[in-house]
């Protein structure tokens, strides 16, 4: 079995290449960007919380417009129009930090906008990716997509964290600006006569159409609802890695790059292990994976040193995307094409766009009391969500209809 099939479709190949660099860069302006905070804010857990809260708030509010615009319009065209705008908004924020005036008010409102760029390229992106290789190869080109993704979380955060030390944020700014253009290229070198395009809906797609038709399907309600919870408590990493590097270990940016390593490298291992997949993931194995979050996360806000909570990072990687993976491809492959972008949408929404809420809450949590809590909290709430879905699973099972999603989330 050839774990980098996908790889032989000359789309593909182009699409990972560009992503590979592009998302380097995005992860080397993220190091810096939040190390930035923490200097101007003298290590403050609020004020960083507060740029992760902008960065994803658009996603909680335009990710569902995304997947619309994603299930009607060209998507090619859609994520070169988003990744030139993010490109634009990445070089004026490159100039005004290599300019040495920026400010947190600043900071924050270049994370605001490249969050409303994201909340379109997002959903597009993921639901491209059945456009390039065809149903038969997506769970193949979803695990590559995520092991690329993490491939660049491994060399850009590492990178970022030695560009810091060396020569300050600005210039690892300008890399991350310049870095869109890899995927602008890589899109417009395609050969769009091979794309797989499903036929576009003959009525106007609407969002409210997606939302009914996942409520009226438990086998993608529920995987959505775990994500939710997962997403919400444990799943703010951003946040709590430059934390844990901050104010419990007290190290420098190159130490911090190399925790957020450690978090990459477990993570790209889970992608890659992945690939083998050629069926749609059962409920059991999501809910598994889940659960395994829960108490490597757990255990993980217990290490005593730096070198065994780079290990505990690394099984927590695994543990993220294995289960991120699991619950993608659960959805994804369970989904009609013709409502594929918006599902993907409801998804990235869950998925990404919790991270607001999350994140304040881990930011008082890691203020209130350290930023070890923040990882046994978000452990212990996945413990309890993996047990409220699997309830609610074999309640479906048994031919009793489940409650409404707000009973669901409030159980989870």
Known sequence: MNPFRSLRVRNFRLFVAGQILSVAGTWMMVVAQDWLVLDLTDDSASALAVVTALQFTPSLLLMLVGGRLADRYDKRLLLTAANVASGV????????????GVTLWQIQLFALALGVVSAVETPTRMAFISELVGPELLPNASALSAAYFNVARVVGPALAGALIAAVDAGPVMLLNAVSYLATVVGL????????????????????????RYVRSRDDLLLPLVLVGAVGLCAMNFQLTLPLLARTVFHTDA?????????????????????????????????????????????????????????????????????????????????????????????????????TPLGSLLVGALAEAVNARATMWFGGAASLVAVGAVHAAGRRARDGRPLPNPAELARNA
């Open 89 to 100: 908004v990445a070089s004026m924020f490159a100039v005004l930090v290599l300019s040495g």
């Open 188 to 211: 417009r070198m395609m050969r769009p006569e091979e794309l797989r395009r499903s036929a576009r809906p003959a009525a106007r797609a609407r969002i409210i159409d997606g939302v």
């Open 254 to 354: 190159a130490a911090f790059g190399l925790l957020t390593t450690a978090f990459a490298g477990g993570s790209l291992l889970a992608a890659l292990v992945t690939t083998g997949r050629r069926t749609r993931p059962s409920a059991d194995l999501v809910n598994g994976a889940a659960l395994g979050l829960g108490v490597v996360m757990t255990l993980t806000g217990w290490a005593p040193t730096f070198a065994t909570a780079a290990v505990g990072l690394f099984a927590t990687g695994f543990a993220v995307i294995f289960f991120a993976q699991a619950a993608n491809h659960r959805i994804q492959l369970g989904s009609d094409p013709a409502f594929r972008g918006r599902v993907m949408s409801i998804y990235s929404t869950i998925m990404i766009g919790s």
